[in-house]
């Protein structure tokens, strides 16, 4: 089994920060590409930022110059640095992450329960 837990969330004034993370436990190998998604209310799922194993990251629009993805390898840990919020920011944030599980064998998909972040004054 693999968990993923994310922490972090919480109220903030617009213009704030807060910073997000992600950890994975449970019989892991490898986790290849890590990742943030939000869904606002009454809002489709939209992806915020992944990275990739080496470091490769993409980053959405309306985030771009604001967040800032980040991983530790060692932890199993995916972060989200989320500068400058906006109101239009508040969401319930998922990592999601395409974990390995044994040598060899292909990753598989696993999602956290989700983080509330309210940005408001």
């Known amino acids: 089994q693999v968990q993923l837990v994310e922490s972090g969330g919480g109220l903030v004034q617009p213009g704030g920060s807060l910073r997000l993370s992600c950890a994975a436990s449970g019989s892991i190998v490898a986790i290849n590409r890590m990742g943030w998604y939000r869904q606002a209310t009454g809002k489709q799922r939209e992806l915020v930022a992944l990275i990739s194993s080496v470091g490769r990251r993409v980053t959405a629009d309306p985030v771009k110059g604001r967040f800032t993805i980040s991983r530790d390898n060692a932890k199993n840990t995916v972060y989200l640095q989320m500068n400058s919020l906006k109101p239009e920011d508040t969401a319930v944030y998922y990592c999601?992450?395409?974990?390995?599980?044994?040598?060899?064998?292909?990753?598989?998909?696993?999602w956290g329960k989700g983080t509330l972040v309210t940005v408001s004054s």
């Open positions: 999601n992450e395409d974990v390995v599980r044994t040598w060899g064998e292909r990753g598989m998909d696993y």
